[in-house]
């Protein structure tokens, strides 16, 4: 810290500190490997991924299809929703609209959850910390062990992971 003219301690630059080019070049980084991230999900969604598994998609093929289908036709059954609220099958439902085939609707409402997810931490982290976090973070989550194998399946909680991250 230095004296400014007013004798108020005027805040000096950390050692550790980016430039603003710096900083910015980090956060496209990190953006782009989130944009990448989404490119390589479609592909696996668009290719190899046709018909879903019987682990992680059992709900999907026991109730979510057949509760948005129930949506699409106007019949929203409270008896249904005991544990879950109708929350993902009407995102479903909303996307079916769009797109008939819902298996492939509820894989690209995966897809957006997990790279919408991404891009909300490099958000949060690159304004509370550090855009260099931010892209160390975004590689380290495009790298993991399940980061393919499970995001283009039809999973819920990717879904519910994404809208909690937006919560303030």
Known sequence: MTRSKAGRRAPTRAVWSLSSAADRRCRYGAWLVA???GIA????????????????????YGGYAQGARLLLHGHLDP???GVVG?????????????IPNLFVAAE???L???VGGLLLWIHIL?????????????????????????APTVWQPMTIALCLLRAP
């Open 79 to 81: 008896a249904r929703y």
């Open 108 to 110: 690209l409402l995966s």
């Open 86 to 98: 109708p929350g993902y099958e009407i995102a479903l439902a909303m996307l079916g609209v769009v």
């Open 126 to 150: 690159s304004r509370r910390t550090d855009s260099r976090l931010a892209l160390v973070a975004a590689r380290l989550t495009r790298l993991r062990l399940c980061g393919l194998s499970l």
């Open 35 to 37: 944009v990448l991230y």
């Open 41 to 60: 999900l479609l592909a696996m969604i668009l290719g190899p991924h046709k018909i879903g598994d019987v682990f992680a998609e059992t709900d999907f």
């Open 112 to 114: 957006a959850a997990m």
